[in-house]
């Protein structure tokens, strides 16, 4: 069955960087939208980035410029390089896929995914 696992979440001090992972199986990884979701406690789930199958991406005003979504088809892995980190980025971060349908574009709209793992906490302290 379809997995996403997230990893490389912990504490960083503002400023600092963090890598996040999300290994996928159980599909044929290639072609398919991606995305990269946080969420603060009591709060919807929101975009932060979102790479497509041609590795067109996609994000959030907030993080523009200081994280970077990126994937390795040959590793079955997705990525996002968090740099300049701010007490703000604290939050669950999540990897979902969209899978069985092909949309014309990749959004950070997170009812487009239908895949999701099980996140990884991100905290950022001053």
């Known amino acids: 069955q379809v997995q996403l696992v997230e990893s490389g979440g912990g504490s960083v001090q503002a400023g600092g960087s963090l890598r996040l992972s999300c290994a996928a199986s159980?599909?044929?990884?290639?072609?398919?939208?991606m995305g990269w979701f946080r969420q603060y406690p009591g709060k919807e789930r929101e975009g932060v980035a979102a790479?497509?199958?041609?590795?067109?991406?996609t994000y959030a005003d907030s993080v523009k410029g200081r994280f970077t979504i990126s994937q390795d088809n040959a590793k079955n892995t997705l990525y996002l390089q968090m740099n300049s980190l701010k007490s703000e980025d604290t939050a669950m971060y999540y990897c979902?896929?969209?899978?069985?349908?092909?949309?014309?574009?990749?959004?950070?709209?997170?009812?487009?995914?239908?895949?999701w793992g099980r996140g990884t906490q991100v905290t950022v302290s001053t």
């Open positions: 159980g599909y044929t990884y290639s072609g398919h939208c």
């Open positions: 979902a896929a969209v899978i069985g349908w092909a949309p014309y574009r990749c959004t950070l709209k997170s009812g487009q995914y239908n895949y």
């Open positions: 790479i497509g199958g041609t590795s067109n991406t």
